[in-house]
């Protein structure tokens, strides 16, 4: 695998290899903190200082599963970051350039729908949905990254799926674009 033959390479001091361990583990970090912080800010700082750890602490990754270790990381630093502003969450929004296209419209109405919703969440439960459904994590995987049996992760994960889909059936009703 080739981001286990970056972190060999980090290891024997091929400082390179880090840039392409950043190539191919960015988003799922940043993804992961912005889960946590909902800050897209404090999640792009803490992507960055997740990258300096693992070019600090290589020399203690022993594990078959980089992917894992970095989001460990970057879990931890979310969180202490996260502890840091105590449920200071604020409602970003999205920076794109919509335009007055309906279908665009749509999808920006949906997006920022669903971040309303997924801030309902509780930090846990945003983080497992966030590894599973938009980094395609298995829930083993999700289970070693947050440190928690997988049933509960299991458990947790179609929790804050209902809590989703509830959110969602409550303020879908309202239809933006009827004919009058």
Same mark, same amino acid.
């Given at each position: 695998?080739?981001?286990?033959?970056?972190?060999?390479?980090?290891?024997?001091?091929?400082?390179?290899?880090?840039?392409?361990?950043?190539?191919?583990?960015?988003?799922?970090?940043?993804?992961? !903190?912005? =889960?946590?912080?909902?800050?897209? %800010?404090?999640?792009? @700082?803490?992507?960055?200082?997740?990258? +300096?750890? *693992?070019?600090?602490?290589?020399?203690?990754?022993?594990?078959?599963?980089?992917?894992?270790?970095?989001?460990?990381?970057?879990?931890?630093?979310?969180?202490?970051?996260?502890?840091?502003?105590?449920? !200071?969450? =604020?409602?970003?929004?999205?920076? %794109?350039?919509?335009? @007055?296209?309906?279908?665009?419209?749509? +999808?920006? *109405?949906?997006?920022?729908?669903?971040?309303?919703?997924?801030?309902?969440?509780?930090?846990?439960?945003?983080?497992?949905?966030?590894?599973?459904?938009?980094?395609?994590?298995?829930?083993?995987?999700?289970?070693?990254?947050?440190?928690?049996?997988?049933?509960?992760?299991?458990?947790?994960?179609?929790?804050?799926?209902?809590?989703?889909?509830?959110?969602?059936?409550?303020?879908?009703?309202?239809?933006?674009?009827?004919?009058?």
């Amino acid at each position: 695998m080739l981001i286990e033959t970056l972190m060999q390479n980090l290891k024997e001091g091929d400082m390179k290899a880090l840039e392409g361990i950043y190539t191919i583990m960015k988003k799922n970090v940043y993804l992961l !903190s912005n =889960s946590i912080l909902c800050s897209t %800010e404090k999640a792009k @700082d803490i992507m960055q200082e997740t990258f +300096i750890k *693992v070019a600090q602490n290589i020399n203690g990754y022993k594990s078959k599963n980089a992917t894992v270790w970095i989001c460990r990381i970057a879990r931890n630093l979310s969180y202490t970051e996260y502890n840091k502003s105590k449920r !200071s969450i =604020s409602l970003e929004v999205f920076e %794109e350039n919509i335009s @007055d296209n309906k279908n665009h419209e749509d +999808i920006w *109405v949906q997006n920022i729908s669903l971040q309303n919703a997924m801030l309902r969440l509780e930090p846990l439960e945003r983080e497992i949905v966030t590894l599973f459904a938009m980094q395609n994590y298995k829930h083993r995987e999700i289970a070693c990254i947050v440190e928690r049996p997988m049933g509960t992760i299991q458990w947790l994960y179609n929790k804050a799926i209902k809590k989703l889909k509830k959110y969602m059936e409550e303020i879908t009703p309202i239809n933006f674009h009827q004919k009058t």
